[in-house]
C-alpha cells in the first residue's frame, strides 16, 4: 500500500538544521530525514531524524552535531540516550535531533507516528557539509 506523504512548496529551513544536518552528513549518518511539524500540532517545529550502523558512530554523530552548533553558540537544552546509545536524543526547542540505531528506529517508527508532519527533502551535501551546509528543502 503505498504511503501519500505532504508536500509543499520548497522552502528553505532555519541555518541551525543545516549545520546539524551537515555535521551528520558528515559521520556518514544514514537514512536522514527532515519532518516539518509546525503543522502538525507538535512541542518542536522540527524532528532531524537519521541512523548510524553502531554505538561509536551513533555517538560520533551525536558529537558532531553537538559540536558543530556549539561553535555557532547553539548548545542542546537536553540530551537523553547517549551512553545507552540505542537512541541518542539532543533537544534544541525549535529543532529535536534523533539519531538511531536502524532497528530502534524501526520500532519506534518516528515517521510513521508523527506522519501528519510534512517530510522536507534533504539535497546533498558538500564535501566540506559542516562548513558549508547543504542546502534542504521541502518539496
Known amino acids: 500500500m503505498a504511503r ?5 512548496k520548497a522552502e528553505r529551513l532555519p541555518q ?9 552528513e558528515d559521520k556518514q549518518a544514514v537514512d536522514l530525514a527532515v519532518l516539518d511539524l509546525r503543522t502538525a500540532s507538535g512541542f518542536t517545529d522540527y524532528f532531524v531524524i537519521c ?14 552535531v553537538t559540536d558543530t552548533l556549539a561553535s555557532h553558540g547553539v548548545k542542546p537544552a537536553h540530551v537523553e540516550g547517549y551512553d545507552r546509545t540505542e537512541w541518542v536524543l539532543l533537544d534544541y526547542f525549535d529543532f529535536v535531533v534523533h539519531i538511531f540505531k536502524p532497528e530502534t528506529r ?3 517508527g518516528l515517521e510513521r507516528l508523527w506522519g501528519n508532519a ?5 539535497q546533498a551535501a558538500s564535501p566540506s557539509a559542516s562548513s558549508s551546509p547543504s542546502s534542504p ?3
Open 51 to 64: 541512523s548510524g550502523q553502531n554505538a561509536r558512530q551513533i555517538r560520533a554523530i551525536a558529537d558532531a
Open 16 to 24: 541551525q538544521i543545516t549545520w546539524a544536518i551537515g555535521a551528520a
Open 118 to 122: 510534512e517530510r522536507v527533502e534533504i
Open 137 to 139: 528543502t521541502r518539496a
Open 106 to 108: 524501526l520500532f519506534y
Open 4 to 8: 501519500t506523504e505532504k508536500r509543499r
